[in-house]
């Protein structure tokens, strides 16, 4: 059987330095279950909460809604909280598709409400299932030695403290200790790649090799370890400059 949940995320937090303990951190939670319960157990494990939440604009009521929710879920829980809403159709100004706009301006505005408050480092909810999700998605595209890394633990002041948790492990800590979350329909949606490698290609291939996630999940560990080792000896022998071609992407 699997550790509870809180106590993975802390070995995890300790066996890749990513926060000591109690320390202050800024929490991106968009309300769905995945940034609900990283908030949940973070608070738990007795971490300097603050939470951020980011309405994109592109769902109107539903939005502010969910926005609404975390407010109140954290005021119930003495958390602070720091929120902000784009006007609709600011994302679509922007170059480049919808989802890279969101996703530049959410750390765009993640890293300036932690410098205002001066915390120094950003969780956000990826985990396993995510990195997996990558991993297939920068194969298929042709991804090179930095794609192969997946999503990092940390990348500069972000840190990762569920990518050692599956969905299934953050969904049942929500169900057992009743951890409320909003679902985003567009998670479903076949037009995004990532959602037709998690709704179609993933399924096939629990027929084709059943659980093959954990040995995939050793595999994106061994990836990692590759990655890093080959950017410390680039580092080594060329400079801090010249290893950028090797660090995972974000």
Request: charged letters at 25%.
């Given at each position: 059987m699997s550790p509870p949940l809180k106590h993975r995320v802390r070995r995890t937090l300790t066996e890749k330095a990513l926060l000591k303990p109690g320390q202050a951190v800024l929490v991106a939670v968009s309300g769905g279950a995945d940034s609900m319960v990283l908030l949940d157990v973070l608070h738990h494990l007795g971490y300097a909460c603050t939470v951020a939440n980011l309405d994109h604009g592109l769902r109107g009521a539903?939005?502010?809604?969910e926005q609404r929710m975390v407010r109140e879920h954290c005021a119930s829980l003495g958390?602070?909280?720091?929120?902000?809403?784009?006007q609709p159709g600011a994302l679509q100004q922007?170059?480049?598709s919808v989802q890279m706009a969101a996703r530049q301006v959410r750390y765009a505005w993640l890293n300036q409400c932690a410098a205002?408050?001066?915390?120094?480092?950003?969780?956000?909810?990826?985990?396993?299932?995510?990195?997996?999700?990558?991993?297939?998605?920068?194969?298929?595209?042709?991804?090179?030695?930095?794609?192969?890394?997946?999503?990092?633990?940390?990348?500069?002041?972000?840190v990762r403290?569920?990518?050692?948790a599956t969905r299934e492990d953050i969904l049942s800590h929500a169900k057992d200790f009743q951890v409320p979350f909003c679902e985003d329909p567009s998670n479903a949606d076949?037009?995004?790649?990532?959602?037709?490698?998690?709704?179609?290609?993933?399924p096939l291939l629990s027929k084709l090799?059943?659980?093959?996630?954990?040995?995939?999940?050793?595999?994106?560990d061994l990836l990692r370890d590759l990655?890093?080792?080959?950017?410390?000896?680039?580092?080594?022998?060329?400079?801090?400059?010249?290893?950028?071609?090797?660090?995972?992407s974000e």
């Open positions: 539903e939005g502010a809604s958390i602070p909280f720091v929120g902000h809403t784009l922007r170059e480049g205002e408050l001066e915390i120094g480092r950003v969780a956000m909810a990826h985990h396993r299932d995510d990195a997996l999700e990558t991993l297939f998605m920068n194969l298929l595209r042709g991804a090179g030695l930095a794609g192969w890394a997946s999503i990092p633990y940390r990348s500069g002041s972000v403290p569920l990518l050692d076949p037009k995004y790649r990532r959602n037709r490698v998690r709704s179609e290609l993933f090799a059943p659980g093959w996630e954990r040995a995939a999940g050793r595999s994106l990655v890093e080792h080959a950017r410390r000896s680039t580092d080594a022998s060329l400079g801090e400059g010249n290893a950028e071609v090797l660090r995972p």
